[in-house]
């Protein structure tokens, strides 16, 4: 009998271990996966703020972007221009980003993009082009953003070129950029062009308009056509093609739909 006791007891002390060093680990596990998440808030917060390093002999390439901006309007050209880097003997490109915070920019389809300069409080840098992709809002709210509509203004009054794709156009017909110019946007929404700025000359039926400083286009994956227009304006037919079969694009000026309005 004394010997089963013992055995009863011996096996509940067992179990009553186990449970004490269960709960243990438990509560050890908690303890770190607290101070894990601790750190990463602490790391997040002490995040110093990375700026882009702009080579002085470069062209200076800024692309303004907001909540909304569409991912191959923006990524097209960026790709495009950020290439140039790597072509020997030719001025490159400086890319960077612009917008209106420095809080993270969630694009339409959802990409978080930090912007390198806010312009509402940073000293933007010389800007050579002005790249303006299309956004979600720019036929509505977007329009109304007087101080967004100023630094275009602003940016465009000393670049070599400024650019639109897609719905970027009503952004630059918006700050009275366009009037007296030819120039195109995203087809569907030619008609809401006319509409909104009845005296512009807006074009239908290609992929690109250049008039003066400005270069237009129809957006969407035809945004790499305009930005390796620019590149063959700026390089040359030869670097522009190989930046082209470095992306693996299919480019031939003359089979692209364009117009070019020369002063």
């Not at 993009?113 to 709210?141: G, N």
């Not at 809401?192 to 400083?213: C, E, I, Q, S, Y």
Request: proline share 4%; aromatic share 10%; with cysteine.
């Amino acid at each position: 009998m004394k010997k089963v006791s013992f055995l009863v007891l011996l096996v509940c002390s067992v179990f009553a271990c186990a449970e004490i060093s269960d709960g243990s680990q438990n509560s050890s596990e908690v303890e770190k996966i607290n101070s894990i998440t601790n750190r990463s808030t602490t790391s997040s917060e002490t995040i110093e703020r990375y700026l882009p390093k702009l080579d002085s002999t470069r062209y200076n390439v800024g692309f303004l972007i907001m909540d909304g901006v569409y991912n191959t309007e923006l990524t097209a050209p960026y790709d495009i221009f950020q290439h140039t880097v790597f072509r020997e003997n030719s001025k490159a490109m400086n890319v960077f980003t612009v917008a209106n915070t420095l809080d993270p920019i969630i694009t339409f389809e959802g990409l978080r993009i930090l912007p390198d300069f806010d312009y509402t409080a940073d000293e933007i840098p010389p800007i050579d082009i002005l790249v303006v992709p299309s956004a979600e809002h720019h036929l509505d709210t977007d329009l109304e953003d007087e101080q967004m509509i100023h630094f275009v203004l602003e940016s465009a009054k000393n670049a070599q070129f400024v650019t639109s794709h897609c719905d970027g156009a009503f952004v630059l017909a918006k700050a009275g950029l366009l009037d007296q110019h030819v120039f195109t946007t995203f087809p569907s929404d030619i008609d809401a062009m006319r509409t909104m700025f009845p005296k512009l000359d807006v074009r239908k039926d290609v992929l690109f308009v250049h008039n003066g400083k400005y270069i237009t286009s129809a957006g969407g994956a035809k945004s790499f056509e305009a930005a390796l227009y620019v590149c063959e304006l700026l390089y040359g037919k030869e670097i522009a093609q190989s930046l082209a079969d470095g992306l693996v694009i299919e480019w031939d000026l003359k089979k692209v739909p364009h117009l070019i309005i020369k002063k």
